[in-house]
């Protein structure tokens, strides 16, 4: 009888020790929820999006639970770097300034930088017709970068804003002449009945100064480990066709790239 408390004691422990390691699994992914298709609010208040469900399948891959935490696109590297989270998802550009502050996976898609403007406006290659007038940009965002060592210097005023949405809205109220962004997200934005009175214009950007190697998943600089582990999972849901499976409800053709 006196073995039962050593026992219990034993089991207590035991299962102490397998929720430490349930607790150990879990990762925890920043994402910036408002960058449709990428990432945004449904009707019921959840996350949906690309990059939602490519973080789920990444986490079901690596049988680990995924934990989302949303944050604001310019705070996702401080919230790495503080440890509130452990990767960022959320469509972030890979580039060499980047890398200086973390590290990344490799890309898992890769979109070019265009303009919109109203329907019937031109723009030159040089951006010369643009003087004056005010474009949108997404702050902290490689396109905010562009606009700041390009746009600003030919007498185009840059306004940054936190996140698309805002962007949409104030080109909707007339308060900017034209949005500078990712490709794949303004396609998404020029689909819908709110972008039925814009275009394309103007050079498409594809200068790797500016849109980098693709989209890839931040993680802490040093974290070799988890980059490992984020990028078998990734070939993985593209081996197995979970990858395409996800990319055929958002887009109509291959966002991965070469």
Same mark, same amino acid.
């Given at each position: 009888?006196?073995?039962?408390?050593?026992?219990?004691?034993?089991?207590?422990?035991? !299962? %102490?020790?397998?929720?430490?390691? %349930?607790?150990?699994?879990?990762?925890?992914? *920043?994402?910036?929820?408002?960058?449709?298709?990428? /990432?945004?609010?449904?009707?019921?208040?959840? @996350?949906?999006?690309?990059?939602? $469900? @490519?973080?789920?399948?990444?986490?079901?891959?690596?049988?680990?639970?995924?934990?989302?935490?949303?944050?604001?696109?310019?705070?996702?590297?401080?919230?790495?770097?503080?440890?509130?989270? $452990?990767?960022?998802?959320?469509?972030?550009?890979?580039?060499?300034?980047?890398?200086?502050?973390?590290?990344?996976?490799?890309?898992?898609?890769?979109?070019?930088?265009?303009?919109?403007?109203?329907?019937? %406006?031109?723009?030159? $290659?040089?951006?010369?017709?643009?003087? *004056?007038?005010?474009?949108?940009?997404?702050?902290?965002?490689?396109?905010?970068?562009?606009?700041?060592?390009?746009?600003?210097?030919?007498?185009?005023?840059?306004?940054?804003?936190?996140?698309?949405?805002?962007?949409?809205? +104030?080109? /909707?109220? *007339?308060?900017? +002449?034209?949005?500078?962004? +990712?490709?794949?997200?303004?396609? #998404?934005?020029?689909?819908?009945?709110?972008?039925? $009175?814009?275009?394309? =214009?103007?050079?498409? !950007?594809?200068?790797?100064?500016?849109?980098?190697?693709?989209?890839?998943? /931040? =993680?802490?600089?040093?974290?070799?480990? !988890?980059?490992?582990?984020?990028?078998?999972?990734?070939? #993985? @849901?593209?081996?197995? *066709?979970?990858?395409?499976?996800?990319?055929?409800?958002?887009?109509?053709?291959?966002?991965?790239?070469?």
């Amino acid at each position: 009888m006196k073995k039962l408390p050593l026992i219990s004691g034993l089991a207590l422990s035991l !299962l %102490a020790c397998s929720s430490l390691f %349930a607790a150990e699994k879990t990762l925890r992914l *920043g994402i910036e929820a408002a960058y449709p298709p990428f /990432a945004f609010k449904t009707a019921e208040g959840k @996350i949906g999006g690309f990059d939602y $469900d @490519i973080g789920n399948a990444l986490c079901a891959q690596m049988q680990v639970k995924c934990e989302w935490i949303e944050g604001e696109f310019d705070g996702l590297i401080p919230s790495l770097k503080v440890k509130k989270i $452990d990767a960022a998802l959320s469509s972030m550009t890979i580039t060499a300034e980047r890398r200086k502050s973390v590290d990344f996976t490799h890309k898992y898609y890769f979109t070019s930088s265009r303009l919109v403007m109203k329907k019937g %406006a031109e723009v030159d $290659d040089q951006y010369a017709s643009l003087k *004056g007038k005010t474009v949108g940009v997404q702050r902290s965002t490689t396109t905010d970068r562009y606009a700041t060592e390009v746009f600003e210097p030919k007498g185009i005023k840059v306004v940054r804003y936190s996140n698309n949405e805002e962007i949409y809205m +104030d080109l /909707a109220a *007339g308060r900017l +002449d034209a949005i500078f962004a +990712d490709s794949i997200p303004l396609a #998404d934005f020029l689909s819908m009945p709110r972008g039925a $009175d814009y275009a394309f =214009v103007g050079p498409e !950007l594809k200068d790797p100064k500016y849109v980098g190697e693709g989209a890839g998943i /931040a =993680v802490r600089k040093g974290n070799s480990e !988890l980059v490992g582990e984020l990028n078998r999972a990734i070939d #993985d @849901i593209r081996a197995n *066709g979970e990858y395409q499976k996800i990319q055929a409800k958002y887009f109509k053709s291959d966002i991965y790239g070469d």
